[in-house]
């Protein structure tokens, strides 16, 4: 059985920066790629970024996003995170980290086994 559990989430303001985590256990992320999603209220679930188990990143190519976030993880601590800088108020959204042994279609959610429960983010402008 894979458990992942996100933590770090929050209300913070526009320009703050914000690290999630996910922490997972029952396997090692050494062979479980990694993803971050986000869902908004009234709005579709959209990928955030990716890592897959053998540390390959992938991090959604749109304006969004890009240069803004980024994913890492620890394999001692057998958690991924996920950096958020210069957070904007679009940002505002519930963040689920989701495990599988996908190595493509890293963006689509249905790819994904494994969910979190998600953590909160609030950006306020």
């Known amino acids: 059985q894979v458990q992942l559990v996100e933590s770090g989430g929050g209300l913070v303001q526009a320009g703050d920066s914000l690290r999630l985590s996910c922490a997972a256990a029952?396997?090692?992320?050494?062979?479980?790629?990694i993803g971050w999603f986000r869902q908004a209220p009234g709005k579709e679930r959209e990928f955030v970024a990716a890592?897959?188990?053998?540390?390959?990143?992938?991090?959604d190519s749109s304006d969004s996003v890009l240069g803004r976030f980024t994913i890492s993880r620890d394999i001692a601590k057998n958690t991924v995170y996920l950096q958020m800088n210069s957070l904007r108020a679009d940002d505002t959204s519930v963040y689920s980290c989701?495990?599988?042994?996908?190595?493509?279609?890293?963006?689509?959610?249905?790819?994904?086994?494994?969910w979190g429960q998600g953590t909160q983010v609030t950006v306020s402008s």
């Open positions: 029952g396997r090692n992320i050494s062979i479980l790629s």
């Open positions: 989701a495990g599988g042994r996908l190595v493509v279609g890293l963006e689509s959610a249905r790819a994904y086994e494994y």
């Open positions: 890592i897959t188990w053998y540390g390959q990143v992938q991090t």
